[in-house]
């Protein structure tokens, strides 16, 4: 087992990952690939359902619009506070200063109906949300009969039979997920559902958790079925791996794995926390890992490969709300085209925006311009292209350091209240009866080897902690520092993991050392701050983690089959439950060192 400690032979991983399918939910998107892949697919977590009747107006297609908000006179002056001290730190102007001719805030827009559009900012399209059939006359071309081919091609084109293959070529499709969904016009009779927000299932009184968990299941599957190409049939031959952001709780881990065993129909199934995976996706066993994902950023330590819960702190923000920022930005300095972009109610703008943060902003000191080509999206018609000069672009992402300035309040997570009916999934789960397999055996005996390692190990019953005030630097500094140990303090402030598609904007990895290292209280004998690099892409090395997890585990003592699962009888309601999902994920580690 020592070879596989510092890494998995390429042809060995094709071998056994072939059937073997890695699932990383996020909020915003979500990250699924086969194990002898190299990359995932990444789609954007989502799924828009057609109405009946009417057109729902524009602001109703959101389903969950009703629980955003909007910015309050409070939030607008710490907005504006928080910009002026980033622009002190960046130095660049502040809000209220007179602005130089070399830092001037006039529109540089021009007419872009005759303007080519930048190979680099290409426009979205609407998309077409009729099903696509076959007309009458090509379904004819395959015939064999060329008889009969001969006698209809010389019939009218006006005739009923044309008609009717235009009339069926109209029908509208029942659902579309992904990409796809966030691009439909308003102005058609369709409702987007994200059914995980801000971390946690999307739950709400105007979006019932059975709904959520249908919906979760429809987008799985058609992922499974039309991008993967592995069809319902064949599917009790695959393994599938769930790789679990720290946000969620016992109560979703479970929905989610009766949805992978059950509904989804894989034949076995592990469960592993999203730091774990990122930690071994590096090839590393200890480190503080912060996952900036697009609407939630996660920061808790790993030592010996083992997530210490206690550690664990959320952050109600991330790359939409910087997204979001730069779109005020813009408007505050008058560099945005007088366009009518809302990211919060029309999905596409969204897009766009996610776009031109990713391209321009970045973390540096001094002016940040760019010449860009911003669209507009008005209902029904083609994207209208306008150029610009978009100033300040290193402001946006300073956000994840001064929160104040992103106001995430106006996309707020969604109500909690529908946990409080059930039993508490984090609690202490040593001594309830487990399933056990055919033959007998113990489902998860497996634990007891190995065990002695992690005696020193309480087992957390404590929920993820939420400390939505905190700034990303505060946040690593608290998380380190409540270890405890002043050893093992040290070693993880020089082994910080970033992680997650907002962790590759320019400047973050230096931003975080200069800003952790300042957080640090002057009585902390620490003096060194170093983000280590990233051995594969951060946007998905949560996911290349799970697949190597996957792939060194021989054993499978930790895996949950489908049949103990469904006989087992872990349902809402009943005496039985797996292991908390912590313990669960240090079994891995159990044999490697054995």
């Known amino acids: 087992m020592d070879s596989l400690k510092t890494g998995v032979p390429s042809q060995f991983a094709v071998d056994r990952g072939a059937t073997v399918v890695v699932i990383n939910p996020g909020s915003a998107n979500i990250k699924i690939g086969l194990g002898n ?23 109703k297609n959101v389903l969950d619009q009703v629980l955003n908000s909007q910015v309050t006179t409070a939030q607008h002056v710490e907005r504006e506070r928080a910009y002026d001290t980033i622009a002190s730190f960046l130095k660049i102007p502040s ?47 395959t015939s064999t009969n060329n008889d009969v081919i001969q006698q209809l091609s010389d019939l009218n084109k006006d005739t009923k039979l044309k008609e009717s293959a235009t009339v069926s070529e109209s029908k509208y499709r029942e659902f579309i997920c992904g990409e796809e969904a966030l691009r439909i016009s308003p102005c058609e009779p369709y409702c987007l559902r994200r059914p995980i927000r801000r971390g946690h299932f999307n739950v709400s009184p105007y979006y019932p958790a059975q709904q959520v968990l249908e919906d979760l299941r429809a987008i799985w599957e058609w992922i499974l079925t039309e991008k993967l190409h592995i069809p319902l049939s064949q599917r009790s031959s695959y393994s599938a791996v769930l790789v679990v952001p720290e946000t969620f709780d016992n109560r979703e881990i479970k929905e989610l794995l009766s949805i992978i065993l059950g509904d989804l129909h894989f034949n076995i199934a592990v469960i592993h926390q999203e730091a774990l995976a990122t930690v071994f996706g590096n090839g590393l066993s200890t480190a503080c890992v912060v996952n900036i994902g697009a609407q939630v950023t996660s920061v808790i330590c790993v030592e010996d490969g083992v997530a210490l819960p206690a550690t664990g702190i959320t952050l109600s923000f991330g790359g939409e709300d910087v997204s979001r920022c730069l779109l005020w930005t813009q408007r505050h300095h008058q560099t945005w085209p007088p366009i009518r972009t809302d990211a919060v109610a029309k999905p596409i703008d969204l897009l766009m925006l996610n776009r031109l943060k990713e391209t321009y902003c970045q973390i540096k000191e001094g002016e940040t311009d760019a010449i860009v080509v911003v669209h507009s999206y008005e209902d029904g018609m083609s994207a209208g292209a306008h150029k610009t000069r978009l100033t300040a672009l290193n402001v946006p992402s300073m956000g994840l350091f001064y929160p104040k300035l992103l106001v995430p309040e106006v996309y707020p997570p969604p109500p909690r209240t529908w946990f409080h009916d059930y039993e508490d999934m984090l609690e202490d789960t040593l001594n309830v009866e487990y399933p056990r397999r ?28 939420k400390e939505e005030k905190l700034g990303l630097a505060e946040a690593i500094t608290k998380s380190i520092l409540s270890t405890g140990r002043i050893d093992l303090q040290r070693k993880l402030f020089c082994s910080i993991q970033l992680g997650g598609g907002a962790s590759i904007t320019n400047g973050l990895v230096a931003a975080v050392e200069d800003r952790v290292l300042h957080a640090i209280p002057p009585n902390e004998a620490i003096d060194t701050v170093e983000v280590l690099q990233s051995r594969n892409n951060p946007t998905y090395v949560s996911w290349k983690g799970g697949v190597i997890l996957a792939i060194i585990d021989f054993s499978h003592e930790a895996w949950i089959y489908r049949e103990d699962w469904i006989r087992g009888g872990l349902y809402i309601g009943s005496n039985r439950k797996y292991r908390d999902s912590y313990y669960i994920q240090a079994q891995p580690m159990c044999y490697m060192s054995s």
Not at 38 to 59: E, K
Not at 98 to 113: L, P, T, V
């Open 95 to 141: 809000l209220n200063e007179e602005i130089s001719n070399s830092y001037s805030r006039k529109m540089a827009r021009f007419d872009g109906s005759n303007l080519p559009t930048s190979k680099k900012d290409p426009a979205f399209t609407w998309t077409d949300v009729f099903e696509k059939k076959p007309d009458f006359f090509s379904t004819l071309e």
């Open 438 to 465: 055919p033959d007998g055996s113990d489902l998860y005996s497996g634990f007891n080897a190995g065990s002695s390692m992690w005696e020193s190990y309480p087992v957390f019953t404590n929920k993820h902690k």
């Open 37 to 59: 892949q190299d990359t995932p697919l990444i789609v954007p977590h989502c799924i828009a359902r057609r109405t009946t009747g009417v057109n729902v107006p524009p602001r």
